[in-house]
């Protein structure tokens, strides 16, 4: 059984940045595609990026995310980071980790067997 804890969340301003961070136990982490989803109050949870197990830790970003956010996997300590920068009040939103062992398409919430609890991210204008 996966488990994943999410660290690094919390209050900043408009423009600045914060690096979110997942820690893996209970599976070879790098056989896991790892993925960032968020969820707003009163919407549907979102994807938000991925690295995947495949083709050498490649990733993809929702358009929100591109050019802002940056993950990135650190296989010594089977953790995933996500750097987030010049954020906006709109990234506010609970974030949670993800992983999954037989990730195709990457954004659907579905293909991820294992989740964290999520960590609140809060960016003030």
């Known amino acids: 059984q996966v488990q994943l804890v999410e660290s690094g969340g919390g209050l900043v301003q408009a423009g600045g940045s914060l690096r979110l961070s997942c820690a893996a136990s209970g599976h070879t982490f790098s056989s896991l595609s790892m993925g960032w989803f968020r969820q707003a109050p009163g919407k549907e949870r979102e994807f938000v990026a991925t690295v995947r197990r495949h083709g050498g830790d490649s990733t993809y970003y929702a358009d929100s995310a591109k050019g802002r956010f940056s993950i990135a996997r650190e296989t010594a300590k089977n953790t995933v980071h996500l750097q987030m920068s010049s954020l906006k009040p709109e990234d506010t939103a609970v974030y949670y980790c993800?992983?999954?062992?037989?990730?195709?398409?990457?954004?659907?919430?579905?293909?991820?067997?294992?989740w964290g609890q999520g960590t609140q991210v809060t960016v003030s204008s």
């Open positions: 993800a992983a999954g062992t037989n990730v195709l398409d990457a954004i659907y919430a579905l293909e991820y067997d294992y």
